[in-house]
């Protein structure tokens, strides 16, 4: 079984920035890939960004050039750099880890609250 913990969450006033971390732990697996997916209430999860363990990288449209995605493979630990913050991001955000046998497994989610 993999654990997947958020961390990093918080409430930030627009045009601020927050780091988000998350950590996946367990034993027996390979990660495929890790991402950040967030929910408002009412709304359907949406991709934030994703990142394979090579390094490439996915990004949802409404956050390109303000959000960054990095990962630390020997760590099982990627980062979502959030800057410039609107209250449109204003939402739960949820790591989302893909073995490589495409098993997905889901941390609890981050209350991320932005303010105007």
């Known amino acids: 079984q993999v654990q997947v913990v958020e961390s990093g969450g918080g409430l930030v006033q627009a045009g601020g920035s927050l780091r988000l971390s998350c950590a996946a732990s367990?034993?027996?697996?390979?990660?495929?890939?890790m991402g950040w997916y967030r929910q408002d209430p009412g709304k359907q999860r949406e991709l934030v960004a994703a990142m394979t363990s090579g390094g490439s990288t996915n990004y949802g449209d409404s956050v390109k050039g303000r959000f960054t995605i990095s990962r630390d493979n020997a760590k099982n630990t990627v980062y979502l750099q959030m800057n410039s913050l609107k209250p449109d991001d204003t939402a739960v955000y949820y790591c989302?880890?893909?073995?490589?046998?495409?098993?997905?497994?889901w941390g609890q989610g981050t209350q991320v609250t932005v303010s105007s």
């Open positions: 367990g034993s027996g697996f390979s990660i495929s890939s």
């Open positions: 989302r880890v893909v073995s490589i046998w495409s098993n997905y497994f």
